[in-house]
């Protein structure tokens, strides 16, 4: 069973930068799409971002600009560049491919605060 690690997070001033990683124990090449979501206290998890193998990205409208997804399947990694962060960007950011692996790491928190 593939296992997911996110890394990356920290405590950031509006406008900062972020870069998050998710490493997979085994290979993401099976899962043409990689997400990244993210779960705010006491709401529920929404999807941010896609890649595909193609290349394609796809982005939730809000982060839309600012964050970039792409992944390394020689290294089994998938990374969030996040750009301009805004306090509405604080919450907890997981990663999962499509259909998702058998579990979902422990996430990565980000909180943007002055």
């Known amino acids: 069973q593939v296992q997911l690690v996110e890394s990356g997070g920290g405590l950031v001033q509006p406008g900062g930068s972020l870069r998050l990683s998710c490493a997979a124990s085994?290979?993401?090449?099976?899962?043409?799409?990689m997400d990244w979501y993210r779960q705010a206290p006491g709401k529920q998890r929404e999807f941010v971002a896609r890649?595909?193998?193609?290349?394609?990205?796809s982005y939730v409208d809000s982060v839309k600009g600012r964050f970039t997804i792409s992944r390394n399947n020689a290294k089994n990694t998938v990374y969030l560049q996040m750009n301009d962060l805004k306090p509405e960007d604080t919450a907890v950011y997981y990663c999962n491919g499509v259909p998702t692996f058998g579990s979902w790491g422990q996430g990565t928190q980000v909180t943007v605060s002055s």
């Open positions: 890649v595909a193998n193609s290349g394609f990205t």
């Open positions: 085994g290979s993401i090449f099976s899962r043409n799409l």
